[in-house]
């Protein structure tokens, strides 16, 4: 009985086996991107308000958007946008101590967290629905009556402090800074807080800094969730309508222009691996090329184990753990770089060996094959940023923020889904330039296959901590 069941499941197997599809050979129906579109209006104070009702969960979602960030800090201030952003949160706020905070919303476990990028401040929010007159009031109160405890304010920058202490630990967190301070050079994208920048922060500045940034005019507030607008009205207007401008005025920042020398950047570091990071300044996240572009570096470095450098470097001749290229779009200019983790004693060789598939990708271009699988999974990969109404409303809300017309969204799948091989080959021939990177290599040049002076003229970076 036994062997006629095990026959019979092998014949069953068997015929399964015979109808199976390649995946390749599998046809689906075309994407069509349909996001609901949130409400938007201009409040009395100045603040924009996108809205996106969402009845499916009593949860209601903000993100507040305000424009600034880490590229406004004042010179030798570096790092006061991120402590100010950080106290927001832990620093108490209007009639609350920090312990206050902590307490109400650890009560109706709520969540509020604040943040400071390079290029914008946020402030996020998320609540039930029935504790939402609590928690928007202190969400509120920290982005306009916050305390900033001056306890709280010095183990924050005492903390800081500490990190930056550390910041050598990592070989890759060294190899990461180093590229940007290198190719950044005299720009604010490439500067990092130091132990001196740290010291010249005073609770004053901080104050400073908020009264400056934090302005309604200068916010754009995202809410999505189970509520109306009518109700939101009417919590906006109980809690934003005595906000005033602060009517300072903030002048906008330079792009970022090539200044470094091409060459070798190396940090010393007494490991035995080799951490490889090399590239140059790129294009901003305008530039119209920006699709064919992302396109392409899926082919070529960021698509995984799908990409060209993965394939060869890591899985065909086995030098690299992690390998792999980025097309980074900043609105003060991008920057495109490639990435490497391998062995010391292979550092040279897979170094060479990721430049020459990126001369051989700029020389000869991508495949039609390559361009229609790297289309479909950027396509496919975008609709899922946008699978939520909490991501669609604050989605539009950085449209705006960045100054892009608000149906960009939808936009991008088209755009996606209009580039030619010969767009993908065009931008590989004007956009990588292997010939003027900057190479960021991380660990110690005496395990190394080559001398670093192989690639060109050598930097020695110091690993003081000032």
């Known amino acids: 009985m036994k062997k006629m069941i095990l026959i019979s499941f092998y014949m069953i197997l068997a015929a399964l086996t015979a109808l199976a599809i390649n995946p390749r050979d599998m046809s689906f129906s075309p994407i069509d991107f349909d996001a609901p579109e949130p409400e938007r209006w201009v409040t009395d104070n100045g603040m924009t308000i996108f809205f996106l009702e969402d009845h499916q969960l009593p949860v209601v979602t903000a993100t507040m958007l305000i424009r600034g960030g880490q590229v406004y800090d004042p010179a030798g201030k570096s790092g006061l946008a991120e402590i100010t952003a950080a106290l927001l949160r832990s620093g108490g706020a209007g009639d609350r101590t920090p312990d206050q905070v902590d307490a109400a919303l650890d009560f109706v476990g709520a969540n509020i967290s604040s943040n400071a990028s390079k290029d914008a401040l946020t402030v996020d929010m998320s609540t039930l629905k ?32 500490d990190r930056i202490l550390r910041q050598n630990d990592d070989p890759e967190s060294i190899t990461r800074r180093v590229y940007y301070e290198t190719v950044y050079q005299g720009h604010p994208y490439g500067l990092y807080p130091t132990l001196a920048s740290m010291g010249n922060i005073s609770r004053n500045d901080i104050f400073s800094f908020h009264k400056k940034f934090y302005s309604p005019g200068n916010c754009i507030l995202a809410v999505a969730g189970d509520m109306t607008i009518d109700e939101l009205n009417s919590l906006v207007g109980k809690y934003f ?73 890591r899985t065909s001749s086995g030098l690299a753990y992690s390998v792999g290229s980025y097309n980074y779009l900043r609105p003060l200019g991008g920057t495109y770089f490639s990435y490497c983790l391998t062995r010391a004693d292979a550092m040279a060789q897979a170094t060479t060996m990721m430049m020459d598939i990126i001369r051989e990708v700029k020389k000869n271009g991508i495949t039609a094959e390559e361009m229609e699988i790297a289309r479909d999974a950027v396509i496919n990969s975008s609709v899922f940023e946008y699978d939520t109404p909490s991501k669609i409303v604050t989605a539009k ?9 608000l149906d960009q969204m939808e936009k991008n799948i088209e755009n996606y889904k209009a580039v030619t091989l010969e767009e993908c080959n065009r931008a590989a021939q004007k956009y990588l330039d292997i010939d003027n990177v900057a190479i960021i290599i991380t660990g110690n040049k005496e395990l190394f296959d080559k001398p670093l002076e192989t690639f060109g003229p050598v ?3 110091s690993m003081e901590i000032k």
């Not at 809300?397 to 017309?405: C, D, I, N, V, W």
């Open 130 to 161: 029935k504790d939402l007159d609590t928690v928007f009031g202190i969400f509120t109160d920290m982005l306009i009556r916050p305390m900033f405890d001056s306890a709280k304010t010095a183990l924050e920058i005492s903390n800081r402090k």
């Open 397 to 405: 809300a950085r449209l705006e923020y960045l100054g892009f017309p």
């Open 241 to 313: 309508s005595g906000w005033k401008q602060s009517g300072e005025k903030i002048e906008p920042v330079a792009n970022a222009e090539i200044k470094y020398r091409p060459g070798v950047y190396y940090a010393c570091k007494d490991i035995n691996q080799a951490h490889i990071r090399f590239g140059h300044l790129g294009m901003d996240m305008k530039n119209p090329d920006r699709f064919a572009m992302e396109i392409m570096n899926y082919c070529l470095g960021s698509g995984g184990f799908m990409s060209r450098l993965t394939k060869q470097v």
């Open 459 to 461: 930097t020695e970076v």
